[in-house]
């Protein structure tokens, strides 16, 4: 077996927690899968579980600091939620391998989004994505605006002086990059509130 094959499946039981699952219960089974010979596949049978899983363990919490470095409100928000939430998103197998930790943090938040039971206080959600639209734009654009609408008014949480929740209000979040500055400007519009 070549040195790309030996590492692809490496790469894959560590990120996989269900391909490690079947490898420990029938590794020469899952080597077969990866088109090795029974010869390199008695190899595979000496493969420490300990050691994988714990250095499977080690990647999650690698990647788990690299997203709430990425989305640090969101992360001191939700406490302990966020590593449980970031924990469960890490079970899925990784579409493309080891992403950008940019890619990571955006799939975590379209994970959130996905959820079945909803993220407390009811506006967190809102945080996450607001996060994740700066990530995009930053990352994105060159020239040109990226437009993204949140249901609570998140100006008053971004604000460190305010201080308040943030009522249910329709708000627009705009970033732009304009051409002849390079710099990217951004703003929140907040609907009028009618009583």
């Known amino acids: 077996m070549g040195l790309s094959e030996t590492q692809r499946l490496l790469a894959r039981l560590y990120l996989e927690t269900p391909l490690r699952e079947r490898f420990f219960a029938d590794p020469q089974k899952v080597a077969a899968e990866f088109g090795l010979s029974p010869e390199d596949a008695a190899q595979w049978t000496s493969l420490s579980r300990r050691q994988t ?10 990647r788990l600091a690299e997203v709430r470095r990425l989305l640090p409100r969101s992360a001191e928000l939700l406490g302990s939620s966020f590593t449980e939430l970031f924990l469960r998103y890490a079970e899925a197998p990784l579409s493309g391998g080891l992403a950008k930790h940019y890619e990571d943090a955006l799939a975590f938040v379209r994970f959130a989004e996905r959820v079945e039971t909803p993220l407390e206080p009811r506006w967190a959600l809102d945080l996450l994505r607001y996060e994740a639209a700066w990530l995009h734009a930053r990352a994105t654009l060159k020239v040109g605006c990226l437009v ?3 249901r609570h008014n998140l100006g008053v949480i971004l604000n460190p002086t305010h201080g308040a929740e943030p009522e249910r209000r329709l708000t627009v979040g705009v970033w732009c990059k304009l051409p002849w500055s390079g710099r990217l400007v951004h703003g929140l519009i907040a609907r009028p509130f009618r009583p």
Request: zero cysteines; hydrophobic letters at 55%.
């Open 53 to 62: 899983e714990f250095f499977a363990r080690s990647l999650k919490f690698k």
């Open 148 to 150: 993204r609408m949140f």
